[in-house]
């Protein structure tokens, strides 16, 4: 944020606060001044998962199965862990994270959010050990209308450099400095202590093979 | 312990290990279902609009006009300016300021997938999950394809879900609506028939999609058709359809 005073146009009282001034003979000296400053903006994000008491997952109609928050999952923290779902079926994962923002940047700002990487297989690791992220996991705003077919956004995977397996995060200098425009999830007008929640949805096609899967989602919130 | 107790919880171990084995030989009822989400992202062009020539604004007095054009020209104008900054620009025209930015520890997500006991029976294998779709009447083809069998014969059946004949949201929302509307959304096997029909949204029974013989396996592409109109606000939505695979049981 830069501000410029561009014309401070108050008088500026140099005569009657300078002894030079005080006795001389000459004219009023008073006028304008130009003064140019500038604040420099800050930016301060806090990220929570499973925010919210009655978080976890719900859905796999057809399957048979009734889903329940995995043993990672806690209030307030942890994983946003949908424990064991069916492959073929649609979850909702409601509260899954809170992003809270505070900044004086007046244009305000943008919340991006994608996965570090595609999703990893693990237990056993499948061939390939990778499945896409993209179109499988999406979010969407917490509401209590919300369903796992609740119109929703697919989570990308980042063009950026993730962090220690993106546990320490995505590193975007080498791609601009910003994430990509896609993967914005909040855009805000304006200064503020603002917060948002956020519902994610798994949506496990029938090729996706069996194993436990990880993925980083990481927040990144840039001052416009 | 006796011998006959062994033998008894010999007996029962192999029916238990039976009943799990054979789990996935038929389905444990007449009706094993699927549901088919489809995300529509109703692009803004080109929407049609409509051009309404604005009001001529208010001409400003003559004489704010010639003291705003004397600010732009000069807006250090005056009878005794004493000091001004020499640059107008506090950070040179082409120089970027670094954004501040902030990145908060990440969101771990995980979950583990099981297999689908059904899907012996019915699956979905979708091709085009996000449909991005322009105002008027659009084609996908093959958008995604269903896969049916049984050891009996069966019906494959759909209807749309979430309208206010099925549970779920009720909301009966665009493309699919609800029943008496006409769902903006089409269907067709071609395969079977190049003609589309809209989905049904009057819930069960639903519409049949095909039907198979004894034994038989078949997998057929899925076409849609989506007519977005005019009063459609751009936007995400998306259609939700269940397809439900009914066997007659031996």
């Known amino acids: 944020m830069l501000r410029r005073l561009a014309a401070l146009g108050a008088t500026i009282l140099l005569a009657g606060g300078n002894p030079s001034f005080a006795g001389a003979a000459s004219p009023a000296a008073q006028g304008s001044a130009q003064v140019n400053y500038k604040i420099m903006p800050t930016v301060r994000a806090q990220v929570v998962p499973n925010y919210l008491s009655g978080f976890g997952p719900t859905g796999g109609l057809g399957s048979g199965s009734t889903p329940a928050a995995g ?41 991006y959010g994608e996965g570090a990487t595609d999703l990893n297989g693990s237990n056993p690791i499948p061939a390939p050990a990778t499945f896409p992220l993209f179109q499988t996991l999406y979010w969407l705003v917490s509401g209590a209308g919300n369903t796992p077919f609740s119109p929703a956004t697919s989570f990308n995977r980042t063009n950026g450099n993730p962090i220690a397996g993106g546990a320490g995060g995505i590193d975007y200098s080498g791609v601009g400095g910003k994430p990509l425009p896609a ?42 | 312990m006796r011998r006959t107790n062994i033998f008894a919880l010999l007996a029962l171990a192999v029916l238990a290990a039976l009943a799990v084995v054979s789990q996935a030989d038929a389905l444990q009822a007449q009706k094993a279902y699927k549901e088919m989400v489809v995300t529509i992202i109703v692009t803004p062009s080109p929407a049609p609009v409509g051009f309404l020539r604005p009001a001529a604004p208010a001409a400003a007095p003559a004489a704010a006009v010639a003291q705003f054009a004397r600010l732009v020209a000069d807006p250090f104008a005056g009878p005794a300016q004493i000091a001004s900054s020499p640059s107008a620009w506090d950070v040179a ?94 269907w067709a096997v071609p395969d079977f028939s190049p003609t589309f029909r809209p989905y049904n949204n009057a819930g069960p029974p639903g519409e049949t ?32 359809v269940q397809y439900n695979l009914y066997v007659t049981l031996p």
């Open chain 1, 71 to 111: 043993a990672s999952a806690v209030l307030g923290g942890g994983t946003v862990d949908f424990g064991n779902v069916i492959v073929g079926y649609q979850y909702l994962y409601k509260y899954a994270a809170q992003v809270s923002v505070q900044t004086n940047d007046s244009a305000g700002f943008v919340v």
């Open chain 2, 93 to 186: 025209p082409g120089v970027t300021v670094a954004q501040a930015s902030a990145q908060p520890p990440p969101v771990p997500v995980q979950f583990v997938a099981k297999p689908d006991p059904n899907a012996a029976f019915i699956h979905i294998v979708p091709h085009t999950p996000t449909l991005y779709a322009p105002y008027g009447i659009t084609t996908f083809t093959c958008v995604f394809e269903v896969y049916t069998f049984y050891t009996n014969t069966y019906n494959l059946t759909d209807w749309g879900y979430g309208t206010s004949k099925t549970s779920g949201s009720g909301s009966g929302t665009f493309p699919i609506e609800n029943y008496s509307m006409v769902s903006y959304l089409s």
């Open chain 1, 183 to 224: 993967s914005a999830v909040w855009t805000y007008p304006t200064s503020g202590n603002v917060s948002r929640g956020y519902d994610y949805e798994l949506r496990l096609s029938g090729a996706i093979p069996t194993s436990q899967f990880n993925v980083y989602i990481v927040y990144t919130v840039i001052g416009n």
């Open chain 2, 209 to 240: 999609t095909w039907s198979g013989a004894k034994g038989q396996a078949q997998q057929h592409c899925v076409d849609l058709t989506l007519n977005v109109p005019n009063s459609q606000p751009a936007g995400t939505y998306t259609a939700t």
